[in-house]
């Protein structure tokens, strides 16, 4: 049960994937229209819970669909601390 992941972890885990090598954090959050407060709580784990609203424009800020995000087997619910 220790090993077990909360969804912003995962999220985070997905877009280090799509975001390309020289893309930085601030220049994701211009992208995204997201606060850099935002993405700066995100990769450092301080946010236990994600919104779609925010999924949503993470991946509009990388050119990719919201769903690609998500599309992952961790986010099974045997997968997650759901608490």
Do not use: C, H
Request: charge should be neutral; avoid cysteine.
């Amino acid at each position: 049960m220790d090993n077990l992941k909360n969804i912003s972890d995962i999220v985070v885990e997905q877009l280090v994937k799509f975001m390309p090598k020289d893309m930085t954090q601030y220049e994701l959050a211009q992208k995204s229209g997201l606060p850099f407060s935002t993405i700066k709580s995100l990769f450092q784990k301080r946010t236990k819970n994600i919104t779609l609203k925010t999924i949503i424009m993470l991946a509009s800020g990388l050119g990719i669909k919201p769903w690609e995000l998500i599309n992952t087997e961790n986010l099974l619910a045997e997968n997650l601390d759901l608490e």
